[in-house]
């Protein structure tokens, strides 16, 4: 099973935290990912890429064209500091439980992610960090999906995604993946994305009842 990182395991508190230390208001995170995300998936419609952190930073300076490249480099420094959500750890003993490997798909770098997997104790229970740096495309377009399902030797139909973004769990199930989506981020599901296979409020729901499937 592979779990998206940013949002899914990981929260953006600290980034926030640093935006607002700067005075760049409430809505600036928000305005800032989806900013980021929009800015990545075009580079994949046209067939370019750029890793994470550079998308990121070039996104800061479009969304706060006055903050300095000392405020910059402060604000991307603060990916390295996010805190698993709570759900996180129970979610991922629910698998380990059921002998179900673990994996993470991330859009960012596989160095970062296996870093915030270390800091916040939770690396024992991941077998391999899969990063799009690796397909040099970012989901949800097929390729990382893919990819990450030849790592682990599987079939995409034997390998579950779990995200809090419905536009992942889309991608995931369009490229034949088995798809669970967590509703502790969005809230409700877009009804423009094919359905997740599995819903849940949290993370150990999603995981609960995908390894379920397996029964």
């Not at 890429?49 to 300076?61: G, I, N, Q």
């Not at 994996?103 to 270390?118: E, F, I, K, M, P």
């Amino acid at each position: 099973m592979a779990f998206d990182a940013v949002e899914t395991l990981f929260s953006l508190a600290p980034v926030d935290e640093v935006m607002r230390g700067f005075g760049l208001g409430e809505s600036m995170l928000e305005r800032f990912f989806s900013r980021m995300l929009r800015d990545a998936f075009a580079l994949g419609c046209s067939g370019r890429y750029r890793s994470f952190a550079e998308v990121a930073e070039a996104t800061l300076t479009v969304v706060a064209p006055a903050l300095s490249a000392a405020g910059r480099a402060e604000v991307m420094d603060a990916f390295r500091r996010l805190p698993a959500h709570v759900d996180a750890r129970p979610a991922f003993e629910v698998l380990r439980e059921r002998g179900i490997r673990v994996a993470v798909l991330t859009n960012g770098s596989a160095a970062l992610t296996t870093h915030l997997l270390a800091a916040n104790g939770l690396a024992e229970y991941v077998e391999r960090v899969v990063s799009v740096d690796e397909v040099r495309t970012w989901k949800p377009q097929p390729a990382p999906y893919h990819h990450a399902a030849a790592i682990l030797g599987l079939r995409p139909d034997q390998v579950a995604l779990v995200a809090v973004h419905a536009w992942d769990t889309h991608g995931a199930r369009a490229a034949g993946l088995v798809a669970g989506w967590s509703a502790s981020l969005e809230g409700s599901y877009s009804a423009t994305f094919d359905a997740a296979h599995v819903t849940g409020q949290h993370l150990t729901d999603v995981a609960s009842a995908l390894a379920a499937l397996t029964d």
